[in-house]
């Protein structure tokens, strides 16, 4: 019974020696598997802007009827893939669908599960793309959102490729079925232009009312108060999440480290793609850089999301 008993302890103390390290492997081939699908998301729209005289995909595509940017929406993916909400079933539409930047792209990644690129704590489905869904057809969940401020750029106008953010888990960790979107949007609408300008507003035609000026980040879902994003930020236990550069280069970046809950100061708005964060890791606020610096009150675009950055 002794020898029993000294067995039972050791194995007791083993595991707890293990499970600690087990955990952590875990945490890191979760860390190893999403920043591979980044990377390799990273390099297919490389590749992709190859063929392309060096310009980035469509983060907004103009609708059939109207003429209107379509900015903020959740297109079909794939463009042609089934099922199409109704108001998404027409020709037009569907080379809409198709001219985004997440289908127009599939030629190059070749398989959907990339685009699946964190882990998913909720997702997010339309009710008239599942009513219409055919029997056994799965739709594929996307989390890697490309940043919508690159639209209609050159290469060429990106300052820092190592830096400049070419895509990343957009909504935190809520996945869209059947759908892609980009995030931040610029803020226009309209037939007019719409292109992310340094030192002014993107568009004559804002979507979004003062203050977004030139560009907003947005969450799919509200906690209970309302007041903040409903799902977290935070991909790994160590309050990070992926992110891949316009070079292609993919690493983890912290999430809600540079806190400043009452907006005083900006210094972190170039280390951290949102200004602040609950206890939980959901998005409450975002960094605001206008015509002379963070904070200026003019024409904000989220800072760390920037063409322009160098650092």
């Given at each position: ?117 964190a882990v998913e704590g909720s997702v997010y489905d339309v009710a008239s793309d599942a009513a219409g869904r ?178």
């Amino acid at each position: 019974l002794i020898e029993l008993l000294v067995v039972i302890a050791i194995i007791a103390i083993l595991a707890a020696i293990l499970f600690p390290v087990f955990a952590k492997a875990k945490e890191a081939a979760k860390v190893t598997s999403y920043l591979s699908n980044h990377k390799q998301m990273g390099l297919s729209i490389n590749i992709y802007m190859a063929d392309t005289d060096d310009m980035f995909p469509l983060t907004a595509v103009y609708r059939p009827a109207g003429g209107n940017l379509g900015t903020g929406l959740i297109y079909p993916f794939p463009g042609n893939g089934l099922p199409l909400d109704p108001t998404w079933g027409t020709p037009a539409r569907i080379n809409m669908a198709n001219s985004f930047w997440a289908s127009s792209t599939y030629p190059y990644v070749k398989s959907q599960a990339i685009y699946n690129g964190a882990v998913e704590g909720s997702v997010y489905d339309v009710a008239s793309d599942a009513a219409g869904r055919p029997a056994g057809y799965v739709a594929p969940h996307t989390t890697i959102q490309m940043n919508g401020l690159l639209l209609g750029l050159n290469s060429s106008s990106v300052a820092s490729p190592s830096v400049a953010i070419l895509a990343w888990p957009g909504t935190g960790s809520v996945g869209l079925v059947g759908r892609a979107s980009v995030n931040p949007s610029l803020n226009c609408s309209g037939t007019v232009p719409c292109q992310f300008n340094p030192s002014a507003a993107p568009s004559t035609v804002p979507s979004y009312p003062a203050p977004y000026g030139g560009g907003i980040l947005f969450c799919l879902t509200l906690n209970s108060a309302g007041s903040a994003c409903g799902e977290s930020y935070w991909m790994f236990g160590s309050h990070r999440l992926p992110m891949v550069r316009t070079d292609s280069s993919a690493k983890s970046a912290p999430v809600g480290t540079a806190v400043d809950p009452a907006f005083v100061s900006f210094a972190g708005c170039n280390s951290d793609p949102v200004a602040e964060v609950t206890s939980t890791g959901q998005s409450e606020g975002w960094w605001d850089c206008g015509v002379n610096g963070p904070g200026d009150g003019s024409y904000g675009y989220p800072c760390y999301f920037r063409p322009d950055r160098v650092k």
